[in-house]
């Protein structure tokens, strides 16, 4: 194929049978490939190094409080929606030490923690995943202080995104909230997924240049009109068909004027405050700090890890936390997430992927919750 | 290619010139840097973290002199393990320091006002630094008045200054305990009680405000009583915090991050969620 012709915005036809020359170009050219895998009968993101480290021919279905893998009849690669994790997990580690510390006569030597920043390909990039980062990218890289860790990583990440074709979006709602299930930007590449009778293959959107040239070197050829168009069908058909909507008309104002609204306490007696959802979700970043010694005494580290306002600890002040209620936890989670998120960085903390309900062991659903209190708002409640 | 921390993250070391038992739990210390000659600027009204060797790292304001950034000055209460670290620290003991960090009081924005320095308890440690300034600056400032309550004498921050700020004639100060003996010659009861002293034309004032949540609701209140607007009352917050750079998600009150939005926050900006329980 000529230079010339791969232009950002080119969609091209890889045949599923040549899926591993794409994965053999990028860790040719040192990245790490991440992608979905199965380990231990979850859903994981993991290494792929080769096509059979997908979950090939595997579905999940997904409601409240439910998680079910199960195979499908054909031999999709990319057949579910998202698993439980999600891609913060390598742009923002979890754990990590940000220095040491050594006793020094009657002072301390300050070690500034260093470390190799990973080359990552995520494989497989949901146009939910893709608004999240895009999210985090709000928090971490445009306040006054930049994440170092997260730029750096983030940066260097090349992505391949996945127009979603899941059937079965049990716990989605990305549409209502025009974050997908089409990736519309932030992708190096985009692939959407065709199966049709014996046919399978994806048709590749080229989104910068540094994916035109990765793709170069691949055996695919443009895709016809035809081939696009059985691509745009697939997407359409998933908008068309997703589990939940989540209306945010006005949402910030809604939860400012409802602090007090009874449904606050009646999700608060189902929510178990274990704080799933805040670590599933893809865009909480709250994180603590902790200070520790070894046993000699003379030498300590602080580590940097992910931390959910659901602790009653989180809002800790001398003489007792803020919070002490689990309503008031559940209560800031959520109107952080939808509304408070929009003063702070000037969109939604929500993109609609589902994790939360998927993962919470009781199966709240907070479209429903939003639902409720909408129906029942201050001022148009009937008393 | 490798990330480093941002310097932000990063603690300084300072040593402890001078440790001052304030009261039974309360301390002040004076602090120079460890490796090199100490200018510290900040302003009035903002914090640092400070950080006690293995044990942790609390938010704590500054207490000093903005005129004076050769010494750092904190005062710290004991009321946890950190804390507890910090006030037991002596002279030639080293801890951490990060910041400045926070939006000050406004003092240089108040000019021509008469102003209202309003503290309970710990709260005049945050606005001792805004009082070094108004009185460097007396001349620009109408009357300026010190409203400090305290729960008995003995748990009166700085009181030698504070009887030097009573000797002269270009400040007013107006104290008041919760409880005291017989031997106390001065006002009992909550520092509301006292504000009828102070002597301020309600349109052109401006009123500070630091102290426990209680004592400042009430306060406000107060003073809106006497015609100030919330435009010109502003409150210091207080909220757990591990970042100090809006970062870590702890100090969130309603949208704001109290580590950089605040502490110090103009009432109006917060009105709706200053009487909120649990935010």
Known sequence: MTASSLKVGVQLRLAAGDFQALLDALASRGYRVMGP???????????????ADLPVGWTAFQEGGSFRLEPRPDQAFFGFAVGQQSWKQFLWPPHQTLYQVQRQGAGFHVIPGAEAVPKFAFLGVRACELAAMAVQDQVFLQGPHVDPTYKARREQAFIVALNCGHQDPGVCFCASLGTGPRAAAGYDLALTEVLRGQEHFFVVEIGTMRGADLIRELP????????????????AAVAGNMGRGLDTTDIKELFYANYEHPRWDEVAARCLNCGNCTMVCPTCFCHTLEDSLNLTG????????LDSCFSVDFSYLHGGSIRTSPKSRYRQWLTHKLATWIDQFGCSGCVGCGRCITWCPVGIDLTEEVRAIRETAAGVRKE | MTAKLPDPMLPTPFVVQKVKRETSDTYTLDLSRADGPTNFAFAPGQFNMLYAFGAGEVPISISGDPAVPKTLVHTVRDVGNVTRAICRLKRGEVLGVRGPFGVPWPVDRVAGEDVLIIAGGLGLAPLRPALYHLLQHRGEFGNIELIYGARTPKDLLYPKELERWRGRFDLRVHVTVDSAADDWRSNVGVVTKIID????????????????????????????SHGLTPEQIYVSMERNMKCGIGLCGHCQWGPYFVCKDGPVYRFDRIKDWFDRREV
Do not use: W
């Open chain 1, 37 to 51: 895998t199965l380990e231990d009968g979850q859903m994981i993101y993991g290494e792929i190094g080769k096509v």
């Open chain 1, 220 to 235: 695919e050829r443009i895709a016809t009109p035809e081939e696009v168009d059985a691509a745009a069908r697939v997407v």
């Open chain 1, 298 to 305: 003379v030498a300590g580290e602080r580590q940097r890890r």
């Open chain 2, 197 to 224: 002293r102070a002597r301020f034309d309600p349109p052109s004032t401006v009123a500070l405000i630091c102290g426990p949540g209680v004592m400042m609701r009430f306060t406000v209140l107060e003073l809106m």
